[in-house]
């Protein structure tokens, strides 16, 4: 039978310490505990912060921001934390994936003004793909989404209205405000929901339709100013 050899344990006393003061002397309280005290009310970013889903009632007086442009998220992220109000993350219900915040709509509106002023037009005629047909478009989808950040407005007219693509931008049998609408849908589904990666999971297409349908009309609605 093997035995263990055996082991030497230490043993420190431990001496607590007792602080001496004369009789009559005062404690002086320590400078960070004024600190402290001076910043008791003050809220970090963190408390600041709030989470709800997409079906969760709008608070009064808020907006939603969708997600997509950075510069007006973080704008309107910031502004919030500095008036001391709460921003709320937006999830979607089914797959817990961040779809926008929510702001004061007053902040928004101030950010989306700001944005307006700051944002660089993309130069069209310096680029031979782009020819004056576009300009119909980009006049078209800024009249029914004036909200609509500039940079996918871009991108919504370079892919579904270029011509010849027969995509639905250039579908003839459908009004202008059809190919605006269904145009802008598309974009939101493909770049702003998981509808891709339901796609790639397996998932049937129009399941994967009525699944995001929601999200993409809470967005739609949004950019065209009428939530």
Not at 142 to 161: C, N, Q, T
Request: aromatic share 8%.
């Amino acid at each position: 039978m093997a035995y263990l050899a055996p082991c030497k344990v230490c043993v420190r006393r431990l001496h607590k310490k007792v602080a001496h003061r004369r009789p009559g002397s005062v404690r002086k309280p320590k400078a960070r505990s004024l600190a402290t005290a001076s910043q008791r009310d003050e809220k970090c970013p963190e408390q600041l912060e709030g989470g709800v889903y997409e079906r969760a009632p709008m608070p009064e007086g808020y907006s939603f921001v969708p997600k997509g442009d950075i510069f007006i998220t973080l704008k309107c992220r910031m502004k919030t934390w500095e008036s001391k109000q709460i921003v709320y993350n937006v999830y979607n219900g089914l797959t817990q994936i961040p779809v926008g915040i929510r702001v004061p709509s007053g902040i928004y509106a101030e950010v989306l003004a700001k944005s307006k002023e700051t944002e660089r037009p993309r130069a069209f005629a310096a680029n031979p793909r782009y020819t004056n047909s576009q300009d119909p478009a980009r006049t078209l989808l800024r009249r029914h989404f004036p909200m609509m950040p500039g940079h996918i407005l871009d991108s919504i007219v370079e892919y579904a209205f270029q011509e010849g693509s027969g995509r639905v931008g250039c579908d003839e049998t459908l009004s202008d405000s059809e190919k605006a609408q269904l145009a802008v849908e598309a974009h939101i589904r493909h770049h702003h929901t998981p509808y891709e990666a339901m796609l790639e999971s397996g998932l049937d297409r129009e399941l994967a339709h009525r699944r995001v349908r929601e999200t993409v009309q809470r967005i739609r609605k949004a950019w065209e100013g009428t939530d």
